[in-house]
């Protein structure tokens, strides 16, 4: 259950037109401690909850364990989450053998849009689109639970 994915800035909003598939997020973390996280997740009409720990020191990999849990459930643990609730849509862009998930995210983080690709390995080839930018991977500020406590918008 380890968890191998690299992260970018995204350019412009020509994945868009890309994209196979959105969804819908609503997520809070139930912990954010750096040595573990742990998140819910509404998706559309599912919930998960999940937890990630301690990222290697290149960032590039983590333990990471998912389950489906009912969406009432899931809606119920939200309220009693830490501060700073996340929403984004995700959209998914097929790319050759791999998907490229882009977040657009919204509220505190409007304005922030960012693409990660997971990879069987760390050092995997992959071809970037044209929409890809800056490489964020191990950046801190980007991990989602940072972004609920140390909104884009507070940057």
Not at 114 to 130: C, G, M, Q, R, T
Request: hydrophobic share 30%.
């Amino acid at each position: 259950m380890q968890e191998i994915e690299r992260k970018f800035l995204v350019n412009s909003n020509a994945f868009k037109s890309e994209a196979s598939q959105s969804k819908r997020i609503s997520q809070g973390f139930l912990n954010s401690h750096k040595e573990r996280t742990v998140r819910v997740r509404v998706i559309d009409d599912k919930g998960f909850l999940t937890i990630k720990g301690k990222s290697s020191e290149s960032g590039l990999s983590r333990f990471e364990w998912e389950t489906e849990i009912p969406f009432e459930e899931a809606k119920t643990l939200l309220k009693i989450c830490e501060p700073g609730q996340i929403e984004k849509t995700r959209y998914y862009i097929n790319a050759d053998q791999h998907v490229f998930e882009v977040d657009e995210f919204y509220g505190d983080n409007q304005g922030l849009v960012v693409a990660e690709i997971e990879l069987s390995e760390e050092n995997e080839a992959f071809e970037k689109p044209d929409w890809l930018g800056k490489e964020v991977t191990g950046e801190v500020k980007y991990y989602n639970s940072m972004l609920s406590s140390h909104p884009y918008l507070s940057w």
